[in-house]
């Protein structure tokens, strides 16, 4: 909803959308890290800030308008997917299965997705996946993040495409 709105430029209903899903993360978080952060009100404000001014830039929207599926159409060399089950900037429910339909059609490229459950955006075996969180979870990869890397990396190389 909110990337629709910010497609829109309607910046009351992205602020609106932006406070629901963040609030509710808030919400999800386990009290220790709530207490970290501070008061739910400020974080959320900052937050809401943060990401609206995120969504009006120029970068952003030249994101929101890309056809991600016209560069893939073009790769032909083997693909590994890799998506954090709780990354809340890319959410691997949507992406994740049009990354592995646009890999299977006739002719594509040997691929695997894998989306690690436990993982955020940073692949750090997270509690809730928020921005927040990042700071307060140790600097380690969730502990399948590097054995599914190496595994593909070794089943593949040397193939060529």
Known sequence: AMYA???DGDWAA???AIRLVLGITW???PAETQAQIGDRTTWLDGQVRGSLATLK???FHSILDSDPGADWAQVMVPVLGLYG???VQVIATQNAPALGEELSRPGGP???VVTLPDANHLFQAAATGAVAEYATL???FTPDFLPTLVDWVRAH???TP
Request: aromatic fraction near 0%; glycine fraction near 8%; avoid cysteine.
């Open 5 to 7: 709105a910010a497609r």
């Open 14 to 16: 992205a602020q609106s």
């Open 27 to 29: 919400d999800s978080m």
């Open 57 to 59: 830039s120029v970068e």
């Open 85 to 87: 089950g709780k990354d």
């Open 110 to 112: 040997d691929h695997q």
């Open 138 to 140: 140790p600097a380690t």
């Open 157 to 159: 190389a040397g193939a």
